[in-house]
C-alpha cells in the first residue's frame, strides 16, 4: 500500500522558517509530480508548490520568494522550505502524487496533512 507521510509541521513565530517533509512508501516504481496543498479554517484547499520529476516547479504567487519546493527521487521525497512565515499561512498542509505508478497501478495519494501554525 502506497502512502505519503508528512513531518515537520508546527508553531512558529511570524518571520520563522519551517521546513516540511514528505515521504512516499509501498512499492512504488515512478512518482511523476508531487506537491504540497494547504487547507486553513474556513478556507478551500489550495495548491502551494509542486515538482515534476524533472524538477519543473510552480507555485502560489502568494507564496512565491519565500517558499522552496524540492525533491529526491531516489528517497521518494519532497520538502517544502518555508521562510518568513507570516500569520496567513497558518494551515494544515497536505502532500499530493497525483500519479504514482506501484505495484498496484496507477494512484492518486494523498498524505494525511501536517499542521503548520504562525503567530504574530
Known amino acids: 500500500q502506497v502512502q505519503l507521510v508528512e513531518s515537520g509541521g508546527g508553531l512558529v513565530q511570524a518571520g520563522g522558517s519551517l521546513r516540511l517533509s514528505c515521504a512516499a512508501s509501498g512499492s512504488i516504481f515512478s512518482i511523476n509530480s508531487m506537491g504540497w496543498y494547504r487547507q486553513a479554517p474556513g478556507k478551500q484547499r489550495e495548491l502551494v508548490a509542486a515538482i515534476t520529476s524533472g524538477g519543473s516547479t510552480t507555485y502560489a504567487d502568494s507564496v512565491k520568494g519565500r517558499f522552496t519546493i524540492s525533491r529526491d527521487n531516489a528517497k521518494n521525497t519532497v520538502y517544502l522550505q518555508m521562510n518568513s512565515l507570516k500569520p496567513e499561512d497558518t494551515a494544515v498542509y497536505s502532500c499530493?502524487?497525483?500519479?504514482?505508478?506501484?505495484?498496484?497501478?496507477?494512484?492518486?495519494?494523498w498524505g494525511q496533512g501536517t499542521p503548520v501554525t504562525v503567530s504574530s
Open positions: 499530493y502524487a497525483p500519479s504514482v505508478v506501484a505495484s498496484e497501478g496507477y494512484l492518486e495519494v
